[in-house]
């Protein structure tokens, strides 16, 4: 499979950037979390990557070789996202025909069972399902597309608990039947980490974030205790946020830890999830300390 790389990529609606100086690599065969607050541009990278938006400046590679919009690989490339490509009066089972014949094949055998799980009637016209089934058929869709890349956008938009545990599972499964590259957008972090291999968190239009899971994870630590004490740990290390309840006082921090300095013995150093880092890294108002 073809290397996905991104070069200086900016992009701007009038005078405000959305997009600013966007260099990544998404590699064959590995699945993405995109993580952003809404806003945070996380549709409009994809949107660009997938040539349906161009950038304001800046490149994007496919095997190293510069696109333009008419060599892209329109089949290779695969967006899902909030965005209604398909005609609302058409029933499902005939846009399923429809994409079969734009993108050369469609796993049929999948649709009809995530379609069976998820009660979902292929004679339904697409406009007569609610926002979540809307969300999940275009992600069933999304799943059976011959493509090596595909781009999930919000695909937990409007599910319930159920449908989102349920969603995910097919992901991972479609992943292992037939590996490829699959990018989850997302703002909603819950359960994600149980899928993604790969963390971008992109934050006020650059992406501040782009490390494998481990790493990440890694990297993310609360530290607690009385507070002259946590202060006196936490000396001229990125303090991302604090907090006191009470005579505890916490500090949450994105960083490799200095291996040879003393925890003090009321020093408590734990790693949080992927959430906890995820909102104390995008927080707004948010002032690193040093």
């Known amino acids: 499979m073809t290397e ?3 070069e200086h990529l900016i992009k701007q609606f009038g005078n405000r950037v ?3 100086d966007i260099n990544l690599t998404l590699k064959p065969n590995t ?3 995109l993580l952003g607050r809404n806003g945070a541009g996380k549709s409009t990278l994809l949107s660009i990557i997938a040539n349906q938006i161009t950038a304001s400046s800046g490149t994007i590679n496919w095997d190293k070789t510069p696109l333009t919009g008419r060599d892209h690989p329109l ?7 909030e965005q209604n490509i398909f005609n609302k009066e058409n029933r499902l089972k005939k846009i399923m025909k429809d994409t079969a014949l734009l993108q050369g094949a469609f796993n049929q055998t999948l649709a009809d069972k995530m379609l069976a799980d998820f009660e979902l009637n292929p004679k339904q016209k697409l406009n007569q399902l609610s926002t979540g089934y809307r969300t999940i058929f275009k992600t069933i869709v999304a799943l059976c597309v011959p ?3 595909v781009f999930l956008d919000e695909p937990i938009l409007g599910l319930d608990a159920n449908h989102r545990v349920l969603l995910y599972r097919y992901i991972l499964e479609a992943y292992e039947n037939r590996p490829r590259t699959f990018v989850l957008s997302t703002h909603i972090i819950e359960k994600i980490a149980n899928l993604i291999e790969h963390v971008l968190i992109l934050d006020q239009s650059r992406i501040i974030v782009d490390d494998d899971l481990e790493t990440v994870l890694d990297h993310s630590y609360q530290i607690s205790g009385p507070k002259e004490d946590v202060l006196a740990y936490c000396q ?3 303090i991302l946020a604090s907090e006191q309840i009470g005579t505890l006082y916490t500090n949450y921090l994105y960083t490799e830890l200095p291996a040879d300095r003393v925890i003090p013995d009321r020093v408590a150093i734990k790693h949080v999830d992927l959430q906890t880092i995820f909102i104390k890294l995008t927080e707004k108002g948010r002032e690193q300390h040093v």
């Open 18 to 20: 959305v997009l600013d």
């Open 236 to 238: 001229e290390l990125p």
């Open 75 to 81: 089949q290779a490339i695969y967006l899902m996202s």
């Open 147 to 149: 493509a090596d890349y």
């Open 31 to 33: 699945i993405y979390g």
């Open 4 to 6: 996905l790389t991104t």
